[in-house]
Nanobody
Framework: VQLQASGGGLVQPGGSLRLSCAAS????????VLWFRQAPEKEREGVACMSIWSGMTLYSNFAKGRFTISRDNAKKMVFLEMTNVKPEDAGVYYC????????????????WGQGTLVTVSS
């Protein structure tokens, strides 16, 4: 399976944005999908994970209460709904996959494609 993130753009502080992660190849039934991000000169960091297999979700502390990870019924897309966006949320967002279980460790995931850029500015 190969994943591709999209939906990034310019958002004002306090605004909302919805990112999409599309899977090609195998369906996602037995995978977990992680949204992670990388800001300039910063380490990659996990944002939110959903196990398609178990339904479990996992959020980083900075994402809790503001971001929501979800999927569509066909299980070929995973979304990241971002609300109350802050300047520190800016960066390139990616989605990656691994077998079944969720973690927030980016190195546990693979198959990510090009990311999508989120810019936060008024």
């Amino acid at each position: 399976v190969q994943l591709q993130a999209s939906g990034g753009g310019l958002v004002q502080p306090g605004g909302s944005l919805r990112l999409s992660c599309a899977a090609s190849g195998d369906i996602l039934d037995e995978y977990a999908v992680l949204w992670f991000r990388q800001a300039p000169e910063k380490e990659r960091e996990g944002v939110a994970c959903m196990s398609i297999w178990s339904g479990m979700t996992l959020y980083s502390n900075f994402a809790k209460g503001r971001f929501t990870i979800s999927r569509d019924n066909a299980k070929k897309m995973v979304f990241l709904e971002m609300t109350n966006v802050k300047p520190e949320d800016a960066g390139v967002y990616y989605c990656g996959e691994r077998w079944r279980s969720c973690t927030l460790r980016v190195n546990d995931f693979g198959s990510w494609g090009q990311g999508t850029l989120v810019t936060v500015s008024s």
